[in-house]
């Protein structure tokens, strides 16, 4: 994400005062390793992505894949702290990925013996270096821990425009992408797997 908004910052002709929030500090130290070698000075802060924000001291808040950490009743609370952060004006962009509702996060034992067959399918074929078998184990775990993330997954476009209008955002762009048919050659539907996966872009500004 870090290297997108500093690529849109140089097309524009902007030198960008970025700040990166996490609660984990294993992202806040990829930020700064890519930073270094971008040769451009960035602050990191572990905190909350609503409560880490100072007011009215923002012009962009990008984040991706993080909606589905909130109940859907504490979306607004997040918003809205958004929009205090925010000045007039400012802008929020969100990427997250779309699942129906009824669709259970957690997997059969035939899905995730796929998920891992797929695993050590692309190991084999992409020459990584490391032997196939050990990487589908090692895949295992991170399976089980990733089916934890997004433990209130985004159902609809329309239920994040609304709450964002509720917080005081007016929606500039909303769009639908599907993954795609590569993805859909997976036929998973697994937690970091792309499988059948919608993802909705969405832009708001603050009113």
Not at 143 to 164: F, K, N
Request: include cysteine; aromatic fraction near 6%; charge should be neutral.
């Amino acid at each position: 994400m870090l290297a997108h908004v500093l690529a849109a910052c140089q097309v524009a002709g902007v030198q960008p005062q970025v700040t990166v929030i996490d609660l984990c500090e294993t992202p806040l130290a990829l930020n700064r390793w890519y930073a270094e070698r971008a040769q451009i000075r960035i602050d990191t802060r572990v905190g909350d992505a609503g409560t880490g924000l100072g007011v009215e001291d923002q012009d962009l808040i990008c984040t991706h894949a993080l909606i589905g950490n909130f109940a859907p009743a504490e979306r607004v609370h997040l918003f809205t702290a958004w929009h205090r952060a925010l000045r007039r004006g400012g802008t929020v962009v969100t990427v997250n990925r779309l699942r129906p509702p009824g669709r259970s996060r957690d997997a059969s034992g035939e899905k995730v013996a796929a998920f891992l067959a797929l695993v050590r399918s692309r190991a084999i074929a992409h020459e990584l270096g490391i032997e196939a078998g050990a990487l589908a184990d090692a895949a295992a775990p991170y399976y089980d821990a990733a089916r934890q993330c997004a433990r209130w997954p985004v159902h609809s476009a329309g239920e994040l425009c609304a709450q964002l209008d509720q917080a005081g955002f007016e929606i500039v762009e909303c769009t639908i992408v599907d993954t795609g048919a590569e993805a859909r050659a997976t036929a998973l539907d697994l937690p970091t797997v792309p499988g059948n996966a919608r993802y909705v872009q969405l832009t708001a500004a603050r009113r």
